[in-house]
């Protein structure tokens, strides 16, 4: 058989920077191993999780001789390490077809194809296309390329096909974690960068796809559709049982964008998890507040829930309406909250500031509901006019874009818009200085962030003074 390697570049071959740097769960790679190994042999190299230098991977990957290459690339924030994987692949050996995916490429595919080294870009998901384009690199004669989500040159000429997504995410199997030691993955330590402290050893998943609500500072509608699709609530619950009685997980976390929005569904989730006692406790890493029902509540909080990442995004009412996009009603987020932490539950608050003509009143207005809405942890991030969003259009339209469209970096930390009233540095600074203020401001609240968190308080302070520093970029 002809040999596969798929892989996760390091991201600390572009930089170190623990705010943006964050090890990736090997499910995605699993699962795209078990769509393709009765096609290709599969061996799987995730040089981010465990730090492998160049040299290292070039090793590994002189050691394995593959006919491929499946690189994964999660962000243009660190687009070059995919490049410096094709480059030290085609060095090896020129013959080596290097595949480009993920959500880097589904973006950014115009581009990267400069690069002569990448022969291929998986455009959109890459379970149905994956399996369709291996069986045309090995035989072109009886098997055709594939029709969507690809892209790649022919003669001097881009081929674009139109992205791909698997309508029925009930026919994917289960990744096959037997090409990882996944017990590293499950570790406190696997999850370095996590708001949340939960018991090892700890499973992160994601059940579902797609988001209908077209936030305009969001790109899943773009990479993963408008349609939301699930699993199948039953194959869910079996795979945590599974993994509670192979591996002992005691904790999860659910990575999806939008969980509860398909409410027969989540409920249906939620109610199996019950009636099977799994006994885990878990979090949302993206709750739409605005779904929140009683019933659900109750199941939640019998079902294992100890936490929810809700996503509020702005403190006015016009801005959400107008700019966010977003069928969020604010004078209902407050109540919502106080019976999250009534039920128990621990309530993170996501909140962005510096959207294309937010006044600075509007932007102080945010700030003071985050403070007031009494959610236990507070996080601002700055408006960033990514690709392929309705933010960005706006960006153009009102010529407020700090730096030229073409030089737009990815970094939450850093404001690239800018208006009459404030500049992109005040939005950085304000975004820090009022995160430190509101989460650590006095002793108790630090020892409160220093318990959730399972550091000490000095812990707290240093990364309180990390943040501070890092404006230094400016």
Not at 93 to 107: K, L, M
Not at 235 to 264: A, M, R, T
Request: glycine share 4%; net charge negative.
């Amino acid at each position: 058989m002809k040999k596969l390697l798929l892989t996760f570049p390091n991201q600390r071959w572009h930089k170190q920077d623990v705010n943006t740097t964050w090890n990736l769960y090997p499910s995605t790679l699993c699962l795209l191993a078990e769509m393709v190994k009765d096609i290709v042999e599969v061996k799987i190299i995730d040089a981010q999780f465990y730090n492998l230098s160049i040299n290292d991977f070039v090793q590994q990957v002189e050691e394995y001789s593959p006919d491929y290459v499946g690189v994964s690339v999660l962000t243009s924030e660190y687009g070059n390490i995919l490049d410096v994987v094709a480059d030290e692949v085609k060095k090896i050996n020129a013959h080596i077809v290097v595949i480009a995916g993920g959500v880097y490429p589904t973006i950014d595919y115009e581009t990267i194809l400069d690069n002569h080294n990448i022969d291929y870009c998986v455009r959109g998901e890459g379970e149905l296309v994956l399996p369709e384009l291996l069986k045309y690199l090995i035989d072109d004669v009886n098997n055709k390329i594939p029709v969507d989500g690809v892209v790649y040159r022919e003669l001097d000429e881009l081929i674009v096909t139109p992205r791909a997504f698997v309508p029925d995410l009930t026919k994917l199997p289960w990744p096959d974690y037997s090409l990882v030691n996944i017990e590293d993955y499950l570790t406190e330590e696997a999850t370095d960068r996590a708001d949340w402290r939960l018991e090892s050893p700890s499973l992160r998943l994601i059940v579902t796809r797609g988001c209908p609500v077209g936030c305009s500072f969001c790109q899943v509608e773009y990479i993963s559709g408008k349609k939301i699709r699930t699993r199948e609530p039953v194959d869910i619950v079996n795979e945590l049982e599974w993994f509670k009685n192979k591996y002992g997980i005691k904790s999860l976390v659910f990575q999806d964008d939008n969980i509860s929005l398909q409410k027969k569904f989540f409920l249906e989730l939620l109610k199996l998890m019950i009636e099977r006692d799994l006994k885990l406790k878990w979090i949302i890493q993206a709750f739409a507040i605005f779904t929140l029902t009683d019933e659900m509540l109750d199941l939640m909080v019998k079902a294992g829930c100890v936490g929810v990442n809700a996503a509020i995004e702005s403190g006015n009412q016009r801005v959400m309406n107008d700019i966010v996009l977003k069928p969020l009603k604010l004078k209902k987020v407050t109540p919502l909250i106080k019976k999250l932490k009534d039920a128990g539950l621990f309530v993170h608050a996501n909140f962005i500031i510096g959207f294309p003509g937010e006044t600075w009143d509007e932007i102080r207005e945010t700030i003071h509901f985050a403070e007031a809405c009494n959610a236990d942890y507070v996080r601002f991030f700055v408006a960033m006019p990514l690709s392929h969003t309705r933010m960005l259009d706006m960006a153009i339209e009102k010529d407020v874009l700090d730096i030229g469209e073409d030089d737009i970096f990815i970094d939450w930390r850093f404001g690239q818009i800018t208006s009459d009233e404030w500049t992109a540095k005040d939005i950085s600074i304000l975004r820090a200085y009022e995160w430190d203020r509101i989460n650590f401001g006095t002793e108790e609240k630090r020892k409160k962030m220093a318990g959730f968190w399972g550091v000490d308080v000095a812990d707290i302070k240093r990364i309180r003074k990390r943040t501070r520093d890092s404006l230094t970029f400016l």
